[in-house]
């Protein structure tokens, strides 16, 4: 964390989401857009099953996602079985955050709690960040702009900055958890300090498997990944791709300064052989 953080520095907090009782209602979707007045998405026919955001982007801080599977939640069960994955996805706030790294105005901070937050007010729209993050979370809003009454000619361009999910700052700095975990009325979506949540995934996760569900796993739970850890986790209960999430994920910048280094000792070759041709041909 950031040296000027340090005094203000507090526990580490963040979302662990249990996607075996989450019911699909989407009361986190419609709280999220509430507290944090995201514009309204989702209003086409995907014609898959009751998804209507289809995933996540500037408009879509969470997304419930429905797959239906010809298979029984627990053990082998009947031939004709059929069960409902559904589950709340979100910016996983990252803990080596690649949009962090390559964002060239500090629009993107790591806030005192350890989440990711956007500044709108210092985002110049260049989206560098857009194909850095290995979920395809964070994403540029194509939207006219609504937040500058002062500049009329402003307010009818397209916005052009890139929007996501906040884990609710302004809530947080006042005692209170985040909008879409306060609305979960099945607790799917459990807000708290990251150890602890930890420590509870793993009491649930043996308690699923002692009970033979199908495919239960946890999901960004393991501070050696490659992104050093989740700061928003998963129990899911099939493979991670069949959630559209990337079954391996690593932090896009891992090898830029590898990349660096090469590309400067390729440069520093060719100056010497322009060097080298100029001084032999002046000869």
């Known amino acids: 964390m950031l040296d000027s953080y340090r005094a203000e520095a507090q526990e580490r907090v963040g979302f662990f989401t249990d996607t075996s009782v989450c019911i699909g209602c989407k009361a986190c979707e419609v709280a999220c857009k509430e507290w944090n007045l995201v514009p309204e998405d989702g209003l086409v026919w995907t014609g898959e099953s009751y998804d209507n955001t289809s995933e996540l982007g500037a408009n879509s801080w969470r997304h419930v996602a429905f797959i239906e599977q010809n298979e029984p939640r627990q053990g082998e069960g009947e031939d004709d079985a059929l069960r409902w994955l559904m589950s709340s996805d979100v910016c996983k706030h990252c803990t080596h955050a690649a949009c962090l790294d390559v964002c060239p105005t500090g629009a993107l901070f790591r806030t005192e709690f350890g989440t990711v937050v956007v500044q709108e007010d210092v985002c110049n729209g260049c989206g560098y960040c857009v194909p850095a993050c290995p979920f395809g979370v964070i994403d540029r809003r194509h939207l ?140």
């Not at 799917?188 to 796993?217: H, M, T, V």
């Not at 493979?239 to 990349?259: A, F, I, K, N, S």
């Open 144 to 283: 006219p702009r609504t937040d500058a009454p002062a500049i009329p000619l402003l307010s009818k361009e397209e916005d052009g900055r890139v929007w996501k999910c906040t884990l609710c700052y302004d809530r947080l700095k006042g005692g209170h958890e985040p909008a879409c975990a306060k609305a979960c009325p099945t607790n799917s979506i459990q807000f708290g300090p990251l150890d602890e949540l930890r420590e509870r995934a793993d009491r649930r996760l043996e308690k699923l498997q002692a009970e033979s569900w199908n495919g239960a796993r946890l999901y960004g739970r393991d501070p050696d990944d490659g992104v050093g850890g989740f700061g928003a986790f998963f129990l899911l209960l099939d493979e991670p791709e069949v959630y559209g999430l990337p079954p391996d994920p690593v932090v896009t910048t891992r090898d830029l300064p590898e990349m660096w280094a090469t590309a400067a000792v390729a440069m520093g070759a060719l100056v010497l052989g322009v060097v080298a041709a100029f001084l032999g041909g002046s000869r």
